[in-house]
């Protein structure tokens, strides 16, 4: 897969799996598993250019002794899921017509 085809795909990924309430680093790995395996580092690099880009805040707080950091859906972010949605009617569109051609041959 292109990588940038790619990036563009994880990020939606995280962003919907924060879309309808707060959450932390080990949840969103815990709920995106069961679709897509994503490590720890390549999450917090994810994280980490999704809030640059205003797409979701950061806030930290306490638990269980340690610092956690929780991350929470922008306007910004919902936004980006949308436009995501209506990509993806396109790109179902050309993955149609190459198996179709594929079909073919």
Known sequence: MDI????????????????DG?????KIIKDLKPYIELSESTLYTILKRLETAEMLTVRSA???GRLRKYYRITD?????????RDEWKEMVSVY??????????
């Open 4 to 19: 940038q085809l790619k990036r563009g795909f994880l990020d939606v990924c995280v962003l919907a799996a924060i879309k």
């Open 22 to 26: 707060e959450s932390y680093g080990y």
């Open 62 to 64: 306490e638990h269980d």
């Open 76 to 84: 910004n972010g919902l936004k980006r899921i949308k436009e995501f």
């Open 96 to 105: 149609q017509f190459v198996i179709k051609e594929e079909s073919h041959e």
